[in-house]
Every structure is written in C-alpha cells, then in structure tokens.
C-alpha cells in the first residue's frame, strides 16, 4: 500500500513537472530561484497531490469490484482509501499553510519577485474568492474529520454518518482546483490530469450522494434462522433473491438487518451450495453487534451486497506447506474454506490450521472445526487456547519450514495477533515470508 501511495505520487509529481510546470523555477540569468517562485511551486505541487489523493479516495470509496484484483480485495481497497484520505488532508493542510506565507516572504525576502497574479473576467474572479472560500472551509471540516478517524474512541456509528459528508467536501475541494489551479495548466498535460482527476472525483461523489454505491451488487434476502451460540456469538442464516450471484469461500458481504443500521461487512461464513443461503457467525464487538441475537428474528428482511474479498481458498499447486492461522472470530473464513472443501476431499491441501482462542471447552467452534477436518486428513487442526497457557510460538511454525521449504501463511484475526505473528515467524528465521491476510478492521 505505501508502495502504491508513493508510487501515485511520484506520478503525479512527474506530471507536472515535466510537461505542465508553468513557472521557471531559476530565477532570471542562472540566478537563485525567489521565495515567490518556491512558494508558488510548494503551493501548486502540494495542492495537486492533495487532490489526487482525496480524487484517489473518493473512486475508492464507490466499492469498485473491479479494482480487487488490482488491490488484492476489498478490504485492502479501504485501507487505501484509508491512508489515500490520511495523506490527502495532511498534504492539504500544508497547501494551507503555504498559501499563508505570504506575509513571513514579504518580511524576509520583500515584494521583489513576487509573481504576478493572473486576472480574469468579474465572473472568474468572484469564481476564484468563492473557490478560495470553499478550499478555506473544506480545509478545516477535513481536519476535523482526520481527527475523529484516527480518535478511536470517537465512536463509529456517529463517525460513520459524519463520514457521509467527504463527497459534499469534495465537490467543494473540484471547485477550489478548477478554479485556482494556474492557468497555465490547461494548456499543458498536467491541466489533462487535473481535469481527469476532478471528473473521476466528482462522478465518484455525485455515485455517493445518491445512493448509488454497491447498489448493482445488493440483494434482498430473509432471515431464515437466528441462534445465539455461545454468548456474545449470532450466528444467522439468511436465503438471498435471485441476483445474487453466490460465492466464493472466504468473501464477505456488507449486510444490512436494519435500514436505518445501515451495513456491516461479514463473512459469508459458510459454502456456496448454489441455493443463494449463507450464513454469517457474528461477533458482539461493538454497539450493534451486542445483543444482535435478541433483536433479529426469522422471517425478517435484510440485504447483502457483494460478495467482495480475495481472501479465497486458492488452489495450491506449488506443494508448500501451508499455515492457516485463525484469531478469534477471524475463523469465520477457514470456516466456509473446511465447508467448500467437504464435497472434494482430494483437493484439500496439506495445511495446518491453528486456531487461537480464549478458552477452547467453551468455544463455540471447535467442535465445528473439528468435525469439518475429520473427513480432510491434509488438515491439521490445533487449537491453542491461552487460558491453558497455549500460544503460537517460533518452535512450532519453524518445524514447517524444514530445510528451504517456505511455508505459505494464511491469517485472519486480531492486529495485535498479526503482529506477534510476524514476530514469532521472524525469531524462528522466517521473517521473509508474506502473510497473505484479511483486515477485519476498515476505519
Ligand atoms: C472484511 C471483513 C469481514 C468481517 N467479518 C466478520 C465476521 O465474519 N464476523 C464478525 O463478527 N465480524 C466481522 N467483521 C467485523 C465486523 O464488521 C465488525 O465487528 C462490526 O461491524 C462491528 O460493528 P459494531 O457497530 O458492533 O461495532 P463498533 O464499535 O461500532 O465498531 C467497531 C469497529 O468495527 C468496524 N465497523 C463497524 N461498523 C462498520 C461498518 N458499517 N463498516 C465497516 N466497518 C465497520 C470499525 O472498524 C469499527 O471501529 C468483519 C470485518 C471486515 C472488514
């Protein structure tokens, strides 16, 4: 992903700079550049990484299938869309605080230099004070924003609604750019890219606010069962219409119980048996989840969109042994993997399954797990539960890794269990290895 975001930018860094730069930046006869012409550079290269990352975020966040094979899945697509925003409002607060040096130029350096503004009819440049208006407003309400994102304790639902205001944020941000970008830039390929990147932008918001994101890939469906576990565990069953296209072992849906809710994105936790009935095993972690089990009942209505997600059970033909590593209600996943697999036993490949919970005599899916692996003999179950001191450690994942065998590692579950993952495989010399992983988390 930073590769990516680098990546992005360097781009559009070399956009404009080698075709649509519009100012010299020496100054005249090999002189040194002015404290104008670098604050003009700063302020239109600042400007315009901002908005091709918040450009960048806003096409991210209409969902679009198919970008998940570019992305490696949907999850990975907001986290993008994620760290896109992050940077987007970092870089726009810079181009900010750029635009208010002026004052600090002309005490240091004087008016010599300074360059000369580009004027337009009345119309444009009421446009340009009423852009320069909305660039000024939009700053703080994303500052703002950035604040509650990365306060996590602010809590989601209400961040969630708030969130709901980007896209008007952004049409104000295209109006800024087309208005205040210079107007050199329209002659040059740079005033393409800005062009391109306030269309996207815009259609991408417009998408947004009526409505429109994942509406081609939501199905209506009923609840045909609720039952609760365990404690804190819903595990509800749902037969969705015809558009629904089935799925692939390991996706997920964003489903919504209740319209005024809105959606959650959860595993479809179970194979696709071509009759359109999934299932979802859901975990009280936050205000909606706890208590879901009392408030869904049968018969109700309720809605899936997608299904999204890569983290599907690929056919391994490299003869790798294969680590599948499962925190908590991250089993949720290897569940409907065990369940796709129970038809072709054959297929199975030669895995470990090491399934990390509390407490393994009151957890409800051990004895799924156990029976789904009986009948797959390449699957090898082991249940760590760290109230009997068992964890995951260095010695048992390098007895996978016997010679130069690299061991392919699948994982889904806690942060905080990824990482002492990736401790534990680099203390048992095996810190190259990728862990292919599913992000439970989106903000
Ligand atoms: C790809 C994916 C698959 C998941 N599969 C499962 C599963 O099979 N079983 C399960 O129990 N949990 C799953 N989760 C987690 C589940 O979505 C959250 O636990 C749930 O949405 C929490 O909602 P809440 O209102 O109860 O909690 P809150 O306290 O409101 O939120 C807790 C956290 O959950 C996430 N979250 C909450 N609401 C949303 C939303 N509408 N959209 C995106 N993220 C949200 C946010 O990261 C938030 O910080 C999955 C998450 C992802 C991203």
Redo the contacts with the bound molecule.
């Keep these: 992903m930073k590769r990516f975001l680098l990546a992005y930018l360097a781009l559009v860094a070399l956009v404009a700079l080698a075709w649509g730069w519009a100012l010299p930046l020496d100054g005249a006869g090999g002189a040194p550049p002015s404290a104008w012409a670098v604050r003009e550079h700063a302020l239109t290269l600042t400007g315009l990484w901002a908005f091709a990352l918040m450009s960048l975020a806003m096409v991210l966040a209409t969902r679009p299938a198919r970008l998940e094979g570019v992305f490696g899945g949907m ?1 990975r697509i907001y986290r993008v869309h994620k760290w896109a925003g992050i940077l987007a409002i970092g870089l726009a607060a810079l181009h900010w605080r750029v635009e208010l040096s002026d004052g600090l130029i002309k005490t240091f350096f004087g008016r010599d230099g300074r360059l000369p503004k580009a004027h337009g009819s009345n119309l444009f440049e009421a446009m340009r004070d009423l852009g320069e208006d909305f660039g000024e407003l939009a700053v703080y309400a994303l500052l703002a924003m950035l604040v509650l994102t990365l306060w996590k304790r602010f ?3 209400l961040w ?1 609604h708030l969130h709901k205001i980007m896209p008007v944020l952004y049409l104000m941000l295209a109006f800024h750019a087309a208005f205040l970008a210079p107007i050199g830039y329209w002659t040059q390929p740079v005033g393409m890219l800005l062009g391109l990147l306030i269309a996207c932008g815009s259609a991408a918001s417009v998408h947004a606010l009526a409505g429109w994101i994942g509406r081609s890939r939501r199905s209506a469906g009923v609840i045909e069962s609720v039952e609760e576990p365990a404690p804190g565990l819903t595990r509800v069953r749902c037969r969705l219409d015809a558009p629904w296209p089935g799925h692939r072992a390991g996706q ?1 849906a964003f489903v919504a119980f209740d319209r005024v809710e ?6 479809l ?1 179970s194979a696709d048996r071509g009759d359109r009935r999934v299932t ?4 009280a ?6 208590g879901l089990a009392q408030r869904l009942h049968a018969g109700a209505r309720m809605t899936a969109e997608g299904p999204y ?1 890569r983290f599907d059970l690929a056919p391994d033909d490299s003869g790798r042994p294969q680590i599948w590593v499962a925190g908590g ?1 991250g089993v ?1 996943p290897f569940l409907a993997w065990l369940e796709a697999l129970q038809d072709t036993p054959a297929q199975a490949p030669d895995a470990d399954l090491y399934y990390c919970v509390r407490s393994r005599d009151d957890d409800p899916f051990v004895g799924r797990l156990e029976a789904l692996t009986r009948t797959l003999p390449g699957v090898r179950l082991h249940v760590l539960s760290s109230a009997q001191g068992e964890r995951l450690d260095a010695r048992r994942l390098a007895a996978h890794a016997p010679g130069s065998a690299r061991p392919a590692v699948c994982f889904c579950g806690p942060h905080g269990l990824l990482g002492a993952l990736r401790r534990e495989l680099a203390a048992a010399g095996l810190g190259g290895i990728r862990i292919r992983h ?6």
């Design positions: 999850d809590p989601f639902r969630r997920f809105g959606d959650h994105p959860f595993t936790a979802f095993e859901i975990k972690l936050g205000d909606y989840t706890r997600g209600i949720t599913e992000a439970f988390e989106m903000r």
